[in-house]
């Protein structure tokens, strides 16, 4: 990791009976006083470490950028043997809420990226008085409509390698050509940069080493969600959002073009913008761009 991205400062937070770990980019309080940009990671159970070069806003526009590990994954508390039932969306609203307050953050900005885009969502909906602006990447309005772009996603595949992807979610069958169209989903559909960052390897390797929180939230399959999330939708509670939104996807985003619709339907101060050539990790695969519009967004 560059100089560049060195957090300023790290900790840990205590959370219940865990520890949430956090790391600052820059300073909480600046000369421009530019509310604190706290990012939220995908997976479940991804990890901040895919998000690291958002660090970078903080020099480019003096924006301080907090980032997390959710509890289960990374520098956080683990969750293996946590009670059955202790993980659901409450439990990541309630570390969240726990962060701000420990921070102080009276007023900050959210960016949430996939399923930290649907948690930012659920803490919009609940209008917290200190939240500014709201910038989703790559995230559904519903798990439905995700599923639905993701088995379009399938239709370019070759025969064989969208067979695989049935026969594991039918029978648990694990075939050469199931980790082929997994691997090319990935880089179809995921992130398209040639060779993967560095950042992007790290997170799946983090998503392997345990597969607690994702196989509850999501479950294992590459064709439906079965796990907590498996009903999700913010359609419908979208105009309780108060603050100004930003909704960005890919072209080629399996939560973006019909997953992202509604965002654009209800009836709310969201401005919507598809990213030509990008797929689901518009902060990798349209760095520059993205983080253009991300800072005219935070800073207009």
Not at 231 to 254: E, F, M, N
Request: hydrophobic content about 40%.
């Amino acid at each position: 990791m560059s100089s560049l991205l060195q957090p300023v400062t790290t900790g840990r937070i205590p959370f219940r009976t865990y520890e949430t770990w956090y790391a600052i980019y820059g300073h909480l309080i600046t000369p421009s006083k530019q509310p604190p940009l706290v990012v939220l990671h995908g997976g479940p159970g991804a990890g901040h470490d895919y998000l690291q070069s958002l660090g970078e806003l903080n020099a480019i526009a003096e924006i301080p950028v907090v980032m997390y590990d959710q509890v289960g994954c990374g520098r956080s508390t683990h969750l293996r043997h946590a009670p059955l039932g202790t993980i659901t969306i409450k439990l990541f609203l309630d570390e969240l809420n726990n962060l701000l307050d420990a921070l102080g953050l009276k007023e900050y900005d959210l960016l949430g990226q996939s399923w930290g885009g649907m948690l930012a969502c659920e803490h919009a909906v609940r209008q917290p008085p200190g939240l500014r602006r709201l910038i989703l990447e790559g995230t559904p309005a519903s798990m439905r409509l995700a599923e639905q772009v993701r088995l379009s996603c399938y239709n370019d595949f070759p025969t064989p390698l969208r067979d695989a992807l049935f026969l594991f979610d039918k029978d648990g069958v694990h075939t050469p050509e199931y980790q082929e169209a997994r691997l090319r989903f990935r880089k179809t559909n995921g992130c398209r940069v040639d060779p993967l960052p560095a950042e992007m390897l790290a997170t799946w390797d983090n998503m392997r080493s345990d597969s607690t929180v994702p196989t509850i939230m999501m479950g294992t399959s590459y064709i439906r969600t079965a796990g907590v999330l498996r009903d999700w939708s913010i359609i419908g509670r979208l105009p309780l959002i108060k603050c100004k939104v930003l909704v960005a996807h890919g072209q080629y985003d399996w939560c973006g073009v019909e997953a992202a619709e509604p965002f654009k339907r209800e009836t709310w101060d969201a401005k919507v913008m598809t990213f030509e050539g990008a797929a689901h990790f518009l902060h990798l695969d349209q760095k520059y761009a993205f983080f253009q519009s991300v800072v005219e967004f935070l800073t207009e």
